[in-house]
């Protein structure tokens, strides 16, 4: 599977990024199990860390997926003891100066509704002991086949941040994806507000996460405040009703939690 994501993304180099992965899991042809997060695999992995892979030092190690090892080690990942496992790991990759990436799946529903960081299943720990949480989900652009928007939901220290990107077949890996710069910057402003909804989101705030001009974000609240889309309350900026409507266009997977948000009042 790693060899066709490899070809897929037409890594540069792809010969040397072959030869520098180190896979561990189910194995067919060897008779391999799957990786389980247990004392026995943790030993071997935390080894393989210390030697290192062919005089270099491993520098990154991806778990995929959080609850299928942690099901194959006998833990729950809802009311099991995820705060030490998640620490553990974080222990191992400070020690061994590695960077550990876990993947995690949201629960049912999750995707659809865009619910951030609360969309992920299980123990509350997995998303509040790790120093960033991403969150990544397909959307619809129009002269794309394929499109993901990418938030940072937690980078400690740091604003929330989204951007969108596609496969690029000229030059491999990703590229980002840039529509129209006004229409851009106000769906950019009215997700922002979205995911705050319930605090609303100073103009600073707001520059910061969108990364743009201060006056620039200024002139763009203003806009938007006289079309109604936006409120202002004690310096804070809040989405209305009708401020939705523009956002839905834009990312229309957020429809059943809008609908729902507008039952409750709005």
């Not at 299943?121 to 993901?148: C, E, M, W, Y």
């Not at 938007?224 to 229309?252: F, Q, V």
Request: proline share 4%; glycine share 10%.
């Amino acid at each position: 599977m790693l060899n066709k994501y490899i070809s897929i993304l037409k890594a540069p180099q792809e010969r040397t990024w072959r030869l520098k992965f180190n896979f561990r899991g189910s194995n067919r042809a060897t008779g391999e199990t799957p990786w389980a997060f247990n004392v026995s695999n943790l030993h071997k992995l935390f080894e393989k860390l210390e030697q290192g892979f062919n005089g270099d030092p491993y520098r990154l190690v991806v778990i995929d997926s959080l609850k299928a090892v942690m099901d194959l080690g006998g833990i729950d990942f809802g009311i099991g003891p995820m705060g030490t496992c998640m620490r553990l790991i974080q222990a191992a990759a400070d020690r061994f100066n590695v960077t550990a990436l876990w993947l995690h799946h949201t629960k049912p529903g999750a995707a659809k509704a865009d619910m951030g960081i609360d969309g992920a299943g299980g123990n509350s720990n997995i998303t509040q002991v790790p120093f960033a949480v991403h969150t990544l989900h397909k959307v619809q652009r129009k002269g794309h086949d394929h499109v993901v928007r990418w938030t940072v939901q937690k980078l400690r220290g740091e604003p929330s941040r989204t951007f969108e990107y596609t496969l690029d077949p000229d030059n491999g890996f990703f590229k980002l994806v840039h529509g129209d710069v006004e229409e851009n910057r106000t769906t950019d402003i009215l997700f922002q507000l979205w995911l705050k909804r319930s605090d609303g989101v100073s103009t600073t705030e707001l520059v910061d996460c969108i990364d743009n001009a201060k006056k620039t974000i200024q002139n763009r609240l203003t806009a938007l405040g006289k079309d109604k889309l936006i409120r202002s309350e004690k310096r804070r900026w809040h989405i209305t009703s009708k401020g939705t409507e523009p956002l839905l266009l834009a990312i229309p997977e957020l429809a059943p939690e809008v609908e729902e948000w507008k039952k409750g009042g709005g």
